[in-house]
C-alpha cells in the first residue's frame, strides 16, 4: 500500500538488509500491528532479518474471560452495562454482551456512562477497559464526582509488567521491543528501563507512522551492534522522558496496583489497577459481591481451539491458528483477537484476507 515517504522506508529497509541481521522484535501496541500490516511493512521486515511479533498491546485482548462473565452475570442481574463498542462483541461462556437480555449499552466515555446514570434510578456500571492512556481521564472523571448509582468494573492494566512478564517466561528470546507511544505519553521511558536493566533486551518507544516503526528497528539493531540494552525514544515530538506527571498522579489518586490475571498469563503483580479505599464505594465488585459470588466460583476457560493467548504472547501469529478465517471470522468472532480493532487476528483478517 503507498504511504508518504516510501522512498525514505526504502532507504531503511535497505540499511536494516545491510545490517544482515536475524533478530525477534515484539511491539506492544495494536496500532503498531495496523501500520506494520496495512502497509507491509512485517513482510519487508521479514525479509530483512527482522522478525516482528505482537505482544499484549490490545486492552480487549488481554481481557480475561472470567471478566467478561463479570459483566454478563451484572447484566442478567439487572444492572445497567456501559462499554466501548469492542468490548461489547467479546465473546464470553454465555455469548458476548450484545446477546444479552439486560441493559447493555455501548459508549464512547466514561463521561457518556456518568450521564445515562444521572437520567436513570438503575445502578449503572461502566466497563473499565484500557491501558495507561484511558485511565487518566477516567481518574478524573471520578475525582470530579459520579452519581450515588455509578459503579466501576475495573479491567485496567498497567503494559510494562506484562512486557516484564513475557521477558521473564523466556519463551521467544526477543533481541528487541518496540514500546507503544501513546502509553509512553504518559509514563515516559523509567517504567521501560528496568526490562533492559534486567535482561538486557534493547527498547525503543515508537510512533505510529510507517517511518517511526522501521526507525525503531533501525535503533534497536544499532544498540545490539554497540552491546547496548536501553530504553531510546524514537518518537521524540510526543513523549518526554518523564511523561505526562499531571495524568500520572490523576490515575495513581483514584487507582492502586494490584496483582492480576491477563488472558494467556498467569497472574502478573501489580499490572492491575483497582479502585482506592477511598474510592471503593464505586467498586461494582464489593458492591455487588454478593451477586458475583457464583461466577468467581466458576471455572472460566478459553474458547475452545482459539489461539489467541498465544498470539498476545506473540508465540505464534495469527494464521497458526487453526480457528483463523474458517470458524473465527470478525463477523464469527470466537476470541477477542478477532474482535477488537486493535487485535491481531481482525488485523491480519482485514488487511491479509482475500
Not at 492491575?272 to 464505594?281: A, I, Q
Given at each position: ?163 516484564m512478564k513475557i521477558a521473564e517466561m523466556g519463551e521467544l528470546n526477543l533481541d528487541g521491543i518496540i514500546d ?71 490515575m495513581y489518586r483514584v487507582f492502586e496496583k494490584r496483582g492480576v490475571k491477563w488472558r494467556g498469563f498467569p ?88
Amino acid at each position: 500500500m503507498i504511504f508518504r515517504d516510501q522512498k525514505l522506508a526504502a532507504e531503511i529497509i535497505n540499511k536494516i538488509k545491510e545490517k544482515n541481521v536475524r533478530i525477534k522484535v515484539m511491539h506492544v501496541c495494536g496500532t503498531h500491528q495496523d501500520t506494520l500490516v496495512r502497509f507491509g511493512l512485517r513482510d519487508m521486515l521479514l525479509e530483512a532479518g527482522v522478525d516482528m511479533r505482537e505482544g499484549p498491546g490490545c486492552p480487549v485482548c488481554v481481557t480475561t474471560p472470567m471478566e467478561i462473565e463479570e459483566a454478563l452475570e451484572l447484566a442478567s442481574r439487572g444492572k445497567v452495562i456501559t462499554t466501548f463498542g469492542d468490548m461489547y462483541r467479546v465473546p464470553g461462556m454465555r455469548g458476548a454482551l450484545k446477546d444479552s437480555k439486560g441493559d447493555v449499552r455501548i459508549v464512547y466515555s466514561i463521561d457518556d456512562s456518568i450521564e445515562i446514570a444521572n437520567k436513570t434510578d438503575k445502578d449503572v456500571i461502566f466497563l473499565g477497559v484500557g491501558f495507561e492512556t484511558t485511565m487518566p481521564s477516567i481518574a478524573s472523571s471520578i475525582i470530579r464526582g459520579v452519581p450515588e448509582n455509578f459503579y466501576l468494573l475495573s479491567f485496567h492494566r498497567l503494559t510494562p509488567p506484562a512486557v516484564m512478564k513475557i521477558a521473564e517466561m523466556g519463551e521467544l528470546n526477543l533481541d528487541g521491543i518496540i514500546d507503544p507511544g501513546h502509553v509512553s505519553t504518559i509514563i515516559g521511558k523509567k517504567p521501560w528501563e528496568p526490562i533492559s536493566e534486567k535482561f538486557g533486551i534493547p527498547q525503543v518507544i515508537a510512533g505510529f507512522e510507517p517511518l517511526d516503526l522501521l526507525m525503531a528497528v533501525l535503533m534497536i539493531i544499532k544498540q545490539i551492534e554497540n552491546g547496548e540494552a536501553k530504553v531510546e525514544i524514537e518518537y521524540t515530538r510526543a513523549v518526554r522522558e518523564e511523561g505526562n506527571p499531571k495524568a500520572q498522579e490523576l490515575m495513581y489518586r483514584v487507582f492502586e496496583k494490584r496483582g492480576v490475571k491477563w488472558r494467556g498469563f498467569p497472574e502478573i503483580e501489580e499490572s492491575g489497577m483497582f479502585l482506592k479505599k477511598e474510592f471503593e464505594d464505586l467498586d461494582a465488585r464489593k458492591a455487588f459481591e454478593d451477586l458475583l459470588q457464583e461466577v468467581w466460583s466458576m471455572d472460566v476457560d478459553e474458547p475452545k481451539g482459539c489461539r489467541c493467548g498465544e498470539v498476545i504472547r506473540g508465540l505464534i501469529q495469527p494464521w497458526e491458528c487453526p480457528l483463523f478465517g474458517k470458524v473465527c471470522t470478525p463477523d464469527k468472532p470466537v476470541g477477542p483477537c478477532m474482535v477488537s480493532r486493535e487485535g491481531a487476528c481482525y488485523i491480519e483478517y482485514k488487511f491479509s484476507s482475500p
